[in-house]
T-cell receptor
Framework: QQPVQSPQAVILREGEDAVINCSSS?????VHWYRQKHGEAPVFLMI?????EQKGHDKISASFNEKKQQSSLYLTASQLSYSGTYFC????????????FGTGTRLQVFP | DADVTQTPRNRITKTGKRIMLECSQT?????MYWYRQDPGLGLRLIYY???????NKGEISDGYSVSRQAQAKFSLSLESAIPNQTALYFC????????????FGSGTRLTVV
């Protein structure tokens, strides 16, 4: 039931791009993305509600393919501040407000 | 002040002891959650509450209990702590209707020796 994230880890140079994937074996209503820096709490990035919806702010965006039960997070022209562990959280049906999180993808950006 | 406050930040306790982790929030949200985080396992849901009278078990509730004292307060208890409950514990609140996700507290690092 826990969504599967891939890859488990990514190492980038500043300015490079990355894609993090999240797949579920169950039908989904929504997908959330969070970033957690070392020693800190996870911080909400964005929520995707509809199949095919794409959202983004700054150079981080995401898509949600409802039919495939998959979401992808796109990090473009990465910055040092993007380093951290990224988690997807999946919500099975509307108004449950209950998330099941993936095991995380560790992203390291070097100068 | 933080929107979601957890106390204590760190705690070392002995096997068999009862311990309570506390969480309070100023967001005005009805929904509150307790998660534990272990390396490589992500965040796993222990208990959640949709209002003061509505408390539900999550994926891994065995060995834990909770109390929702008020809309703003949600406590997690380990009745008899064991070493495999050593983890980082997070409290969170939510109001997904506003298009926002969870707001997490800063976490409590619990070590059971």
């Amino acid at each position: 039931q826990q969504p599967v994230q891939s890859p488990q880890a990514v190492i980038l140079r500043e300015g490079e791009d990355a894609v993090i994937n999240c797949s579920s074996s169950k039908a989904l209503y929504s997908v959330h993305w969070y970033r957690q820096k070392h020693g800190e709490a996870p911080v909400f990035l964005m929520i995707l509600l509809k199949g095919g919806e794409q959202k983004g702010h700054d150079k981080i965006s995401a898509s949600f393919n409802e039919k495939k039960q998959q979401s992808s997070l796109y990090l473009t022209a990465s910055q040092l501040s993007y380093s951290g562990t990224y988690f997807c959280g999946t919500e099975k049906s509307k108004n449950t407000d209950k998330l099941i999180f993936g095991t995380g993808t560790r992203l390291q950006v070097f100068p | 002040d933080a929107d979601v406050t957890q106390t204590p930040r760190n705690r070392i306790t002995k096997t068999g002891k009862r311990i309570m982790l506390e969480c309070s929030q100023t967001k005005g949200h009805d929904r509150m959650y307790w998660y534990r985080q272990d390396p490589g396992l992500g965040l796993r849901l222990i208990y959640y509450s949709f209002d003061v009278k509505d408390i539900n078990k999550g994926e891994i509730s065995d060995g834990y209990s909770v109390s929702r004292q008020a809309q703003a307060k949600f406590s997690l208890s380990l009745e008899s702590a064991i070493p495999n409950q050593t983890a980082l514990y997070f409290c969170a609140t939510s109001d997904f209707t506003q298009g926002h996700g969870y707001t997490f507290g800063s976490g409590t690092r619990l070590t059971v020796v």
